[in-house]
T-cell receptor, first 114, second 115 residues
Framework: DAKTTQPNSMESNEEEPVHLPCNHSTISGTDYIHWYRQLPSQGPEYVIHGLTSNVNNRMASLAIAEDRKSSTLILHRATLRDAAVYYCILRDVKGPWDFNKFYFGSGTKLNVKP | DAMVIQNPRYQVTQFGKPVTLSCSQTLNHNVMYWYQQKSSQAPKLLFHYYDKDFNNEADTPDNFQSRRPNTSFCFLDIRSPGLGDAAMYLC??????????????FGQGTRLTVV
């Protein structure tokens, strides 16, 4: 499985942008980069995903390096409700059974200060 | 409206007593997953179904079994729960093979306590 590496924790001030990094140096050409977040006592929640180009949605932006070995999740204005563990996941597509798997790395715990 | 529903949210079971956790979905997705998440750890994939085809992760203990009687429902059976099986169990769905550009949808989880 292609692995991801994220900082254990990060801290941000409310209403400031947050850049959450993820390294995935062994990514293969067809792996999609997914981000999920998990609020306390909740199931993970989809945030955004992409393949090569940068992506934007109502929750966040995803910036993907040109060589695809790293990516950054950008929360444009952090709120207290964004405090969560953020997981960067590679969608493994090596074989027929691998197409559907989502393997979680250790994630980054984001603290947002008022 | 909840699309992946797990019942119950909290389950207490006795050591060694079989327990079943349930999951239902309204998304009509082909793939359903079960994850185990222990305290302060990331979710760990136990197994998944693509339609009725079952795929077990290599390191999933035999104590864990699953059933998927139809598209909408999936069950996690723990045959003889030990204290080490206390965890949050997460169910998820996705559209599956042929649709790589898709995300997973998770339920709220069932927190299992073993006494």
């Amino acid at each position: 499985d292609a692995k991801t590496t994220q900082p254990n924790s990060m801290e941000s001030n409310e209403e400031e942008p947050v850049h959450l990094p993820c390294n995935h140096s062994t990514i293969s050409g067809t792996d999609y980069i997914h981000w999920y977040r998990q609020l306390p006592s909740q199931g993970p929640e989809y945030v955004i995903h992409g393949l090569t180009s940068n992506v934007n949605n109502r929750m966040a932006s995803l910036a993907i390096a040109e060589d695809r070995k790293s990516s950054t999740l950008i929360l444009h204005r952090a709120t207290l409700r964004d405090a969560a563990v953020y997981y960067c996941i590679l969608r493994d597509v090596k074989g027929p059974w691998d197409f559907n798997k989502f393997y979680f790395g250790s994630g980054t715990k984001l603290n947002v200060k008022p | 409206d909840a699309m992946v529903i797990q019942n119950p949210r909290y389950q207490v079971t006795q050591f060694g007593k079989p327990v079943t956790l349930s999951c239902s979905q309204t998304l009509n997705h082909n793939v359903m997953y079960w994850y185990q998440q222990k305290s302060s750890q990331a979710p760990k994939l136990l197994f998944h179904y693509y339609d009725k085809d079952f795929n077990n992760e290599a390191d999933t203990p035999d104590n864990f079994q699953s059933r998927r009687p139809n598209t909408s429902f999936c069950f996690l059976d723990i045959r003889s729960p030990g204290l080490g099986d206390a965890a949050m169990y997460l169910c998820a769905t996705s559209r599956g093979i042929g649709d790589l550009n898709t995300e997973a949808f998770f339920g709220q989880g069932t927190r299992l306590t073993v006494v």
